[in-house]
């Protein structure tokens, strides 16, 4: 069975640091990889996804994360944070050869920037 | 577009009453899941339907924890008795069958308090 580990569970930053929020999963197979973020009040929203190709992936709001194979880790970057960023990261594994494509989720990452 | 829509938004109950969740997916999105997600933890997932036909329902407590998706559109969910521990919020996501990978778009869900 998949796992999904997030080390970090609450991080706190001031405006325009860097940020890098840690994902290991144990799958021995093809993953597609997520990054889901929770912003005060809203609704789980999709930040990235990795299927394929290049490891390095981009998403919406400045982040990016970078698929390590090898280290079994999909680490989620941003080299400047802002207030606005304050939300819950959940880093996501869904096994290729899950016919179901059940999601599997991190335990989530509570980032509180300071103004 | 309209997103998953997701009622109520609260619900507090005493244990051992009954209680019913609805969702409707995004127009056209054939996959339709159910996640329980306890304070402090990522997302679990309870039950997966495509179309109107169960495709995982591996962990989903089925001596108390119902669902169904009659027409293959809206979908609920349903806990009786419900116990402390179903104190959750409850989360309804789909996704467009065929896209790859099948990324999954997450309603507001519903905050269940049990007393």
């Known amino acids: 069975a998949q796992s999904v580990s997030q080390h970090n569970h609450h991080v706190i930053l001031s405006e325009a640091a860097s940020l890098e929020l840690g994902c290991n999963y144990s799958?021995?197979?093809?993953?597609?990889l997520f990054w889901y973020v929770q912003y005060p009040g809203q609704h789980l929203q999709l930040l990235l996804k990795?299927?394929?190709?290049?490891?390095l992936v981009k998403g919406i709001k400045g982040f990016e994360a970078e698929f390590i194979k090898s280290k079994f880790s999909f680490n989620l970057r941003k080299p400047s944070v802002q207030w606005s960023d304050t939300a819950e990261y959940f880093c996501?594994?869904?096994?290729?050869?899950?016919?179901?494509?059940?999601?599997?989720f991190g335990g989530g990452t509570r980032l509180m920037v300071k103004p | 577009e309209a997103g998953v829509a997701q009622s109520p938004r609260y619900k507090i109950i005493e244990k051992r009453q009954s209680v019913a969740f609805w969702c409707n997916p995004i127009?056209?999105?054939?996959?339709l899941y159910w996640y329980q997600q306890i304070l402090g933890q990522g997302p679990k997932l309870l039950i997966q339907?495509?179309?109107?036909?169960?495709?995982?329902d591996s962990q989903l407590p089925k001596d108390r924890f119902s669902a169904e998706r009659l027409k293959g559109v809206d979908s609920t969910l349903k806990i009786q008795p419900a116990k402390l521990e179903d104190s959750a919020v409850y989360l309804c996501?789909?996704?467009?069958?065929?896209?790859?990978?099948?990324?999954?778009?997450f309603g507001p869900g519903t905050r269940l308090l049990v007393l």
């Open positions: 339907f495509q179309n109107n036909g169960v495709v995982d």
């Open positions: 127009s056209g999105h054939a996959t």
């Open positions: 996501a594994v869904n096994a290729e050869n899950n016919a179901g494509n059940m999601l599997t």
């Open positions: 990795y299927f394929s190709g290049d490891p």
């Open positions: 996501a789909s996704s467009l069958v065929g896209s790859f990978p099948e990324t999954q778009y």
């Open positions: 799958y021995g197979g093809t993953v597609n």
